[in-house]
């Protein structure tokens, strides 16, 4: 469970609702870096984030156990080496890979003009090998000089997501010049801002589970190439042992500020028409601040997203989700769609079981 935060008491006539809504309104550069009792009840309001660390947030990072085809570096030089193999591990890789890529190695490694022309179909047959069991064996990588984080992990006898991490860092270390590395941390603390580094497709959620909460949160996106929405992801599930996380936890995404979604449930992966409502495209500026409300109602499988800009205006509902098979307790997810994306979120508050089932920010 993450650490939460004591907040100080409020008295005099500062109800619960008034001090809820006061958050809600609070400016950009205000931090609320503690939450904490509402009421004699007993409700509580909690500060998800502290502007100083990542403490109760969990990363996972897409290109720590796949290769896209942006990480073939040169694809002609590796399919030369895998159509004529100089060694153990070079052979092996050779002989895991699908038929039909092998017939495709001659074409590839010939395309010298064009030295990325097979990128796609080599990064995923890598992805089916790392994913298959385990790649190390002494024999094979008796050449291959090991970086210390890829030896550390070694000795810990990974298993399931930990497993394919070092199945990618052991080709990596063997294949240099023909595979990017991947990088350490999706995201980092950035002047008392949570921020996305760019690095690849991955999200970072909560260590607890919710169900029918009330968000609120600061966002602006920095800069994208390619580019795309900041996204918040709910009813996810949550990985659990060795399993491998699904793609974005297999929640459901609104893309913030402007109102965009889709649907990462399993069997699904579409933009979900039929159960979103678009009630308005705002006119905001992705790279200014914006204060978002997204208010989820996990027994009937219902979320509504609020939009106001600038921060302490007040918002416009934008967005309606409704089905009531996605309703689930789970962690919630910021993602980072895509490499190349750059945004940063601040003042994260959330309030669980609302008693009130409306949007506070809309006036």
């Not at 509504?304 to 789970?330: H, I, N, W």
Request: with cysteine.
């Amino acid at each position: 469970m993450p650490k939460r935060n004591s907040l100080k008491s409020v008295s005099g006539d500062l109800t619960r609702r008034t001090f809820i809504e006061a958050i809600a309104f609070t400016a950009a550069g205000c931090a609320l870096s503690h939450a904490g009792k509402m009421s004699a009840q007993g409700d509580t309001s909690i500060s998800l984030f502290d502007g100083k660390t990542l403490e109760g947030w969990i990363q996972v990072q897409n290109s720590s156990t796949a290769f896209s085809e942006e990480d073939i570096l040169d694809a002609s030089s590796l399919a030369g080496r895998l159509l004529s193999p100089s060694g153990a591990l070079l052979a092996f890789l050779r002989d895991q890979l699908p038929d039909a890529l092998r017939e495709q190695l001659p074409s590839i490694a010939a395309a010298k003009t064009e030295p990325q022309s097979g990128r796609s179909p080599l990064a995923h047959g890598l992805n089916k090998i790392i994913t298959g069991g385990p790649v190390y064996e002494a024999e094979r990588f008796a050449d291959v000089i090991l970086r210390p984080g890829t030896q550390a992990l070694l000795q810990n006898d990974p298993r399931g997501a930990a497993l394919i991490h070092l199945n990618r860092l052991l080709l990596e270390d063997a294949l240099p010049s023909e595979l990017a590395r991947s990088l350490p941390s999706g995201w980092i603390v950035q002047e008392g801002a949570m921020a996305s580094t760019g690095v690849g497709r991955g999200v970072i959620y909560t260590e607890a589970d919710y169900r029918s909460f009330r968000l609120l949160f600061s966002v602006r996106h920095v800069y994208g190439n390619p580019d795309h929405a900041a996204c918040v992801l709910f009813f996810c599930s949550r990985p659990h042992g060795d399993d491998l996380p699904l793609d974005a936890l297999g929640g459901i995404q609104f893309q913030v500020p402007t109102g965009g979604h889709w649907d990462y449930r399993p069997g699904r992966n579409d933009a979900g028409d039929a159960e979103f409502t678009r009630i308005v495209k705002p006119a905001v500026d992705q790279h200014d601040w914006s204060r978002i409300e997204l208010l989820v109602d996990g027994a009937n499988g219902e979320a509504r997203l609020a939009v106001a800009q600038p921060v302490g205006s007040a918002a416009t509902e934008v967005a309606r989700f409704k089905d009531p098979a996605a309703a689930r307790s789970g962690p919630i997810g910021l993602q980072m769609h895509n490499g190349g994306l750059f945004d940063e979120y601040k003042d994260i508050v959330i309030e669980v079981d609302p008693p009130a089932d409306r949007l506070i920010t809309v006036k």
